[in-house]
C-alpha cells in the first residue's frame, strides 16, 4: 500500500509540475502537497470541470468557473497548509 501512495504522489507531482512550469517551485510544492493530502476534493473538483466540458464549456472557462466556485475551500486548505509550513 505505501509503494502505491508513493508512486501516486511521483505521479501526481510530475503531472503538476509538466502543467504549471511558469509557477515557482514553492507554489508547485504547495499544489502537489494540497492534491496529495486532499484527493477526495479535487477528484470532486475534475469531475466538475468534466461536467462542464461536456456542457460545451472550454476547458480553461471550466477550469475557472469550478475553481471560483470552490474558492472558499481551497483557500481553507492553503491556509492550513501554509500554516503547517512554519
Excluded: C, H, Y
Aim: aromatic residues 4%; glycine residues 4%.
Amino acid at each position: 500500500m505505501k509503494l502505491f501512495s508513493g508512486l501516486k504522489n511521483k505521479a501526481v507531482s510530475a503531472l503538476v509540475r509538466s502543467k504549471m512550469k511558469g509557477l515557482p517551485k514553492d507554489q508547485q510544492d504547495m499544489i502537489i502537497a494540497l492534491v496529495s493530502e486532499n484527493p477526495d476534493f479535487f477528484k470532486k473538483i475534475q469531475s466538475q470541470i468534466e461536467a462542464k466540458k461536456k456542457q460545451g464549456q472550454g476547458e480553461q472557462l471550466a477550469m475557472m468557473q469550478v475553481m471560483r466556485e470552490n474558492q472558499t475551500e481551497i483557500r481553507k486548505l492553503m491556509v492550513a497548509w501554509q500554516s503547517k509550513q512554519k
